[in-house]
Antibody, heavy 121, light 108 residues
C-alpha cells in the first residue's frame, strides 16, 4: 500500500522560503519508472503541477515557477523535499505530494492528504 | 502550452442520472496521455481514468472515458451519492503537463 504524507509550515511570511517534505512508504524511489511530484491547489481553485523528481534523479519543473523551485530526494529516508523561494500571498494553497510509476512521471496514481500553506504577514 | 477547457463548469443532476463531462484540448492530445481525476469535498484528488478510457484500480465500471484528438468525455452512467464531486482532466502529451479547470457535479 502506497502512502505519502506532506509536512512543513502551515504559515509563512511573504518573501520567505517554504520547505515541504514528502515522506512516503510502499514503494522505492530507486525503482525504475517511479517518480514523486508536487501539485498545489489554491482554495476553491484548480490543480497546478509544480515539480517532479524521477527514480534516476531526472527533475522537471513548471516553467512558470522554475526559477523559484528546487526538488530533491533522499532515498535512504524515503523523502522528497520541495523548496519554494520568495513566497507570496498568491502561493497560499494546499500542497499535495503525488506518486507516479508509469515512467512518464505524470500519471498521479497516489496522492498525499495535502497540507495547507498560508502566506501572510 | 496545451489548454484544457472543461464543460460545463457545474452539472446539477440527481442520483441515478447519467453525467457527461467534456474536456476539450487546444491542440491534439494523444489518448495515451489523457487522464481524469475525481476530488470529493475536503479530500485529495484520486485517479479515475488514464489513457483516456482505462479505469484505474478500484474504480467502479459506472465510470467510463472516451474520446480522441481534442475532445474527450467522462461519463458516469448512474450517479451514486459519493460521485458528487469535482472532476479534472489532465494531459501530459506535451510539456508542460496541464489540468483543466474542473467540472463540479452537484446534487440537483
Amino acid at each position: 500500500q502506497i502512502t505519502l504524507k506532506e509536512s512543513g509550515p502551515t504559515l509563512v511570511k511573504p518573501t520567505q522560503t517554504l520547505t515541504l517534505t514528502c515522506t512516503f512508504s510502499g514503494f522505492s524511489l530507486t525503482t525504475s519508472g517511479v517518480g514523486v511530484g508536487w501539485i498545489r491547489q489554491p482554495p476553491g481553485e484548480a490543480l497546478e503541477w509544480l515539480a517532479l523528481i524521477q527514480w534516476d534523479d531526472d527533475k522537471r519543473y513548471s516553467p512558470s515557477l522554475k526559477s523559484r523551485l528546487t526538488i530533491t530526494k533522499d532515498t535512504s529516508k524515503n523523502q522528497v523535499v520541495l523548496i519554494m523561494t520568495n513566497m507570496d500571498p498568491v502561493d497560499t494553497a494546499t500542497y499535495y505530494c503525488v506518486h507516479s510509476d508509469d515512467n512518464s512521471g505524470y500519471r498521479f496514481d497516489s496522492w498525499g492528504q495535502g497540507t495547507l500553506v498560508t502566506v501572510s504577514s | 502550452e496545451i489548454v484544457l477547457t472543461q464543460s460545463p463548469g457545474t452539472l446539477s443532476l440527481s442520483p441515478g442520472e447519467r453525467a457527461t463531462l467534456s474536456c476539450r484540448a487546444s491542440q491534439s492530445v494523444s489518448s495515451s496521455y489523457l487522464t481524469w481525476y475525481q476530488q470529493r469535498p475536503g479530500q485529495a484528488p484520486r485517479l479515475l481514468i488514464y489513457g483516456a478510457s482505462r479505469r484505474a484500480a478500484g474504480i467502479p465500471d459506472r465510470f467510463s472515458g472516451s474520446g480522441s484528438g481534442t475532445d474527450f468525455t467522462l461519463t458516469i452512467s448512474r450517479l451514486e451519492p459519493e460521485d458528487f464531486a469535482v472532476y479534472y482532466c489532465q494531459q501530459y502529451d506535451r510539456s508542460p503537463q496541464t489540468f483543466g479547470q474542473g467540472t463540479k457535479v452537484e446534487i440537483k
